[in-house]
Every structure is written in structure tokens, then in C-alpha cells.
């Protein structure tokens, strides 16, 4: 077991109509003026908009406004929303959206209470030493960014994707309520239950250390997370399923079932970065394009964990050695990807590099790190576009 | 589902020597000069009051010193510790112990930063507005105190028990080191597992609401704190056992293991407070004297869930009706508590109470609610009683 820190500051309103309580909470954690910032036009015709601006009005809060984030939150409208902040006073950044939302408003947060360059953090030039507060109301489960210390933003100079984690980020409260997600599209609901999935899964690949309350909390998740995902899959209006997966979305990337480990493999997920980097693709898609190709590549350097996932998660009865537990655990998380119709190949994905494309991405990886990439079993560059491969 | 509020603010810092780091947490949270606060001389004796007076003259906090807290902490000793800390200007408590030295350090938080008198908040005349920060180095795993917004205190004038809960007292920071704990007493280690399964439990048994991720937490932390207390049974100074009892006694009671559900039944804590408030008994061993007379006597009311409990926690094998499972699952249950050499009645427990005494504790318990007792089977006087009869 390896000591650890568990900080998990975010205090969180959850359930039927919570988002009438964003103006109150914003005053509780001493906001008076938000910028309140948001994506496309969706929050605006669902009367989401709508009703927080009524809800921030009630407790005097005032506000200027920024939409526009996409997938992949760019630096422009981050800067933008820097400068639109200083010049309005604004004392609150109040993110209304999912990952990419949230993952803006930390930025600006950090560009508002800082006097220099915000894309100096994402470059490790300099350390934040102070951050705007930050509130979410979520309406999409999937990437966590409601409870967690990260975020990834992308500068459209070079594109380039860069992720920045400082406890200084976390937002100071979370306001989620299911029903805003109850007409995502299916593909998205999908694609988010992979991510959130994956997170835990990510953490739970670990090479040392290690906790049995941590491992049993992370089986828990995941077996809640597979189940509802499947209940959405035929029933997307379900709130209950919907409730689940997106209290899961928050206790995956918390911390919580990384406690007492290494830290956990996150391969995966570096793959994943280059991919999305290059190809438009939605990330627990391209995560779960990737998981089985990782998963077969690296097994035999820790049979018995897979052993453990296959019998804990999966459902997998004993018998067999470890090495063929481990097997059919990861055609069995594979098997539920396509349950949920979700990419086991890049083809699937829609996605076909080139050679030059996947030595390109796997070498990104490798500098992403400055190393090997992974705890299960290291990869260097030749490994990596061997896992790609095999994903094609 | 309920809707839920889940707010964990308190900063854990948890392994193999982190008390080391109390000096820089004290000051990260703003302190200058703290209040230690402890009990007995096994803090002194055993050095860890001097690396903690070590720690905090490194980060230059100074402070005064108030020993002598008791189990049931009392009044007089918490109006002497305000009393200190307002002459010597201190703005922070730190407390070092378990659940009663951090709940008189709350209590002690709450009438420094007040003017007036803290018994006030624990007899329901005025609500706090307010607490100097607190922080905590556990020396014991069982109340959950350290992550809790709760605090159980004792007025000699009378002896009368009463708790306050307000999110203000959650303390600031939390130094989790399991090696302190590894030479508790056999009793005291056993007690505090069973106040940690508890505090799931009386969550677990609810009766509307809930949530499949709760629920699923919530089982395998049962599971891990059964397994764990056999183990230090066996071998008490294993620190891989010490360090899951002692994450587990934070998550069982920071709200985690409760999140969606009406909150849970809580019956046997309150039936386990009135007997500690009349007879001198450890509260973990108190409640596995009554729990399994209260699950007995309310089990029909919640067939289904008392046979989830006995399939997911104790490990009974399917098969029969929902009540014959319900009560295989409660004698499983009893017959752990027996494996650590814990009482499973009141004789057990050494404690012959008259049937005067009996009302009495029964009428207390109605009073302290103020109607009915506990969820499942809200319990009148005449129910609480027979409660207490059966488990003599």
C-alpha cells in the first residue's frame, strides 16, 4: 500500500432540480459577479440557461456570458474569456456543460487570478499559485472534470492537447441533476459510460501498492457503471440508471479508487490523446477502440489482476489459469463495448493511420511523458504502434 | 433516489509517517497558533506528541497544550479548553486521538469562534454560525470523526449525552498514519470495527431511495472491515489490515455509504447511546450487543434488503424464502462479532439492567428523536424495550 492524499473539497448537490440552488451556492463560496460559460446552443433551447440566470438573479449574483466551447476546449475562446472576465470584474467562473466546459472554465480561472500568459501552465514554464473559484452544473456524465484536479485544453497554434493538474482547480461545488442528461444521444450517453469506466479501470491496472477497500469500491463502479449503461442503451429516459452513471462519472476521477496505488497504468488514455489529437473522434470511443488491443499487449506482466477483473467485474466463473481468466475477462469487457455499440477497432472508430501516422502517435506518447508510458508493462515507441496495430 | 448533498471538504494525508507533515497542513489551512488538544499519556508516552510539537516548530506554529479528554469528552473540559484558547489567542485545534478528543476539539471550535455558550448548539437554543478550523491526527479507527460533521459531547450537570452536526466542524485536514494504531488493545480495535460497520449499517438499512453504486460501496466496505478485523484478531500489527480499518472508518461515516438513501435507520446507535449514557461501556461493543435483538425485531418489515445483506455481506449462499436468508444473514453476522470477541447481548456486555432502567433508556430514546425510532421499523417505547429484553 502506498500513502496518499485524498482531497476531495467539491461540495455536491445532487438530484431532481438542484440547479435552482447555483445562485446560492455561488454566494456561499463568495461569488458576486460569474462568468457564466457554456457550449452550444443546446443549454439555451432546453431553458437550462434559462433557469440559472433566473437562480443567479434571485441571489442578486450578476453575470456576463461566454458560450462556445467545443470537444477539445480551444485556447482562443479561453483567452477570450480571460479578457472578457478582467474587464467585467467577474469574481466566479460558473461552468454550465460537461468536461469541455468545465475543463475551459478551469483555464480561465487560472488565466483571471493570475497576471501572465494561462497557456504558460499547459506548457510547464510556470506553476499556478492561484485560481479563480470554479462552479459546474453538469449535463453530461463521462469525463469527471466536476470533482477533479485536471484539465485539458487544446491551443489551435500546432494544436496542440495539454493538460494541467493543480488542486487549485477543483471546483468548489458540483450541481448535478440527471434529468439534464436525459436526452443526450445515445452514442454520447455510450461513449461517456466508457470514459467514466475507463477512469476507474485506468486506476485499477496498477502496478504496486494497492488497497482492498479501494479495489472493492472500483469493482462496485464498474459492475454499476456496465449494468446502467445497459439499461440506457434501451431506456435512455430512465433517471435512475441516468442518477447512476452520473454519480459514477464523479467518484471515477475523484481519487477515490485510485487510494493506496501507484497511481495506476493511464496507457490507455495517453493512446487514446493522440488519437482523438489527430482524428476527430469522441474519447471513450476511441478509448474503447483501444482497450483490447492494450489489454492483450500487457496482461502477461500482471495475470492475476486481470484474473481478479475478469472474475470481480466481468462476471468471468473460476477455472483456468490466471492467463486464461484474464483472456476472458477482456473479451468480456470487449463483448460489452459492442452491447453498447461502441468501436473495439479503429477501423470501427472510422479511424485508418498511416504507418507514418502511427509512429507519429506513439512517439507523441512516449515525449508526452518523457519515458516509457504505463505501469503494467512499460511501453516504449515499438510497443506502442504494436498495440495501434493490433487495434486496426 | 433522494436527492443528496455530499461535502467531504477534509484534506486527507494518509500512510506510513505523514504526521511528520501536521506543521505544514496547520499552516496551509491558515493556522498561526494551534490548541493541541489530546487524552490520556499514551500520546506522550509513545512520542507522538513530541514529533507533533517537532512538526509544528519547523512551520514556526506555536501553541498551548490541553490533555486529559475522555471517552464521552465532558463539558467542563471543553469550556476550559475555549477558555484557554481565547486568552492565548489561538485560530486552530488540533486535535490528536481518536473520536473523543476530536469531537471535544469541535465543540472547543465552536465556542471560540462564538461568543456565547457552546452548550447552546448541543440544547437546540441557537445555531452555529461559525467554528475555528480544526484538524486532526487520528490515533484510533472507529468514530469517523476525522471526516464527520458530527460531535458527540457529555454535560456533567446531569450527564446528559448530546450531539451537534453542522458541516462547519468537518475538520480541515485529516493525518491518517495506520501505524499509529497498531498497538490499540485487542478490545479497542474490535470496538472500533464494529463502530465502523456500524455507521454503514445504520446507512445500509434504509427505507426509501437508495442507489445501486451506494449500495455496492457500501458492501464491499462491510466486507473489507469483517475480513481485516479477523485478520487483526490473528495479527494486530499488520499495518496492510490497520490501514484498511482506518480508511474505512473515515468512508463509512463522511456520507459516502449514504448518498441517495432517506438516510438509514440509526435505531441501535441511538439504543447504544442511552445504554453508554447510563452503564460505562465501549459504544462499538455496546452496538453489537443490541444489533443483532434490533435486526431480529424489524427484519420483516425489509425481507428483501435483510436477504441482500446476508447474500453481499455475509457471504449466505441463495436459496429459501427472503426471510429465512434475512435471518441466516443476522446470525452470521452475530456469529462474527463472537470470532472477535464481541458481545451479541447485554450480559456479554456485563450490563443487567432493571426493567425501570429499560423504560427509562426506552423513553429516552423516543424523547431524543422526538417520535418513532429508526426507518425500517419505526419503534415506539414498548418496541424499544422488548428490543433491549431480548438482547439481555
Redesign the interface.
Given at each position: 500500500?502506498?500513502?496518499?492524499?485524498?482531497?476531495?473539497?467539491t461540495?455536491?448537490?445532487?438530484?431532481?432540480?438542484?440547479e435552482e440552488e447555483v445562485g446560492r451556492l455561488v454566494r456561499e463560496f463568495g461569488g458576486h459577479k460569474v462568468l457564466l460559460h457554456y457550449g452550444g446552443g443546446s443549454v439555451e433551447r432546453s431553458g437550462l440557461l434559462g433557469r440559472i440566470r433566473k437562480a443567479l438573479e434571485k441571489e442578486g449574483v450578476s453575470r456576463v456570458e461566454l458560450g462556445g466551447v467545443v470537444p477539445n476546449p480551444r485556447l482562443s475562446l479561453i483567452r477570450e474569456g480571460i479578457e472578457l472576465g478582467r474587464r467585467e470584474g467577474v469574481d466566479f467562473v460558473l461552468a454550465v456543460g460537461g468536461g469541455s466546459v468545465i475543463d475551459s472554465s478551469k483555464a480561465i480561472g487560472y488565466g483571471l487570478a493570475d497576471g501572465g500568459d494561462v497557456w504558460d501552465f499547459y506548457e510547464r514554464k510556470r506553476k499556478a499559485s492561484t485560481c479563480a473559484p470554479i462552479g459546474a452544473v453538469l449535463t453530461i456524465a463521462a469525463a469527471g472534470s466536476e470533482m477533479s484536479s485536471s484539465c485539458v485544453i487544446t491551443n489551435e497554434e500546432g494544436w496542440i492537447k495539454r493538460g494541467y493538474t493543480s488542486e487549485l482547480s477543483r471546483p468548489r461545488f458540483a450541481v448535478m441533476n440527471p434529468e439534464l442528461t436525459l436526452t443526450l444521444p445515445a452514442y454520447q450517453t455510450a461513449s461517456g459510460c466508457v470514459d467514466i469506466l475507463m477512469h476507474t479501470m485506468e486506476r485499477y491496472f496498477y502496478h504496486s501498492g494497492g488497497?482492498?477497500?479501494t479495489d472493492?469500491?472500483a469493482?462496485?463502479?464498474l459492475?454499476?457503471v456496465m449494468?446502467?449503461a445497459l439499461v440506457l442503451r434501451d431506456d435512455p429516459a430512465c433517471?435512475?440508471a441516468r442518477?447512476?452513471v452520473m454519480?459514477?462519472s464523479s467518484?471515477s476521477h475523484n481519487g477515490l479508487t485510485g487510494?493506496?496505488t501507484d497511481g495506476g497504468d493511464w496507457a490507455s488514455h495517453k493512446m487514446e490523446h493522440e488519437l482523438s489529437g489527430l482524428f476527430d473522434v469522441a474519447h471513450g470511443a476511441g478509448l474503447s477502440a483501444i482497450w483490447g488491443s492494450w489489454a492483450r499487449y500487457v496482461y502477461r506482466n500482471a495475470p492475476a489482476r486481470f484474473a481478479r477483473f475478469a472474475q470481480k467485474v466481468m462476471g468471468v466463473s473460476g477455472g483456468g489459469t490466471h492467463e486464461e481468466m484474464a483472456e476472458k475477462g477482456i473479451e468480456a469487457m470487449e463483448n460489452f463495448f459492442r452491447a453498447i455499440h461502441m468501436p473495439t477497432s479503429l477501423a470501427e472508430l472510422g479511424v485508418h493511420p498511416t504507418e507514418a501516422q502511427i509512429r507519429d502517435m506513439a512517439e507523441k506518447c512516449i515525449r508526452g511523458v518523457g519515458g516509457p508510458v504505463g505501469v503494467v508493462r512499460p511501453l516504449e515507441v515499438e510497443d506502442i504502434m504494436e498495440i495501434y496495430k493490433k487495434a486496426q
Open positions: 500500500m502506498k500513502n496518499f492524499v485524498y482531497n476531495t473539497p461540495k455536491v448537490v445532487f438530484g431532481k432540480g438542484v488497497m482492498e477497500l472493492g469500491i469493482e462496485a463502479l459492475r454499476t449494468k446502467n433517471y435512475e442518477a447512476e454519480w459514477a467518484l487510494c493506496g
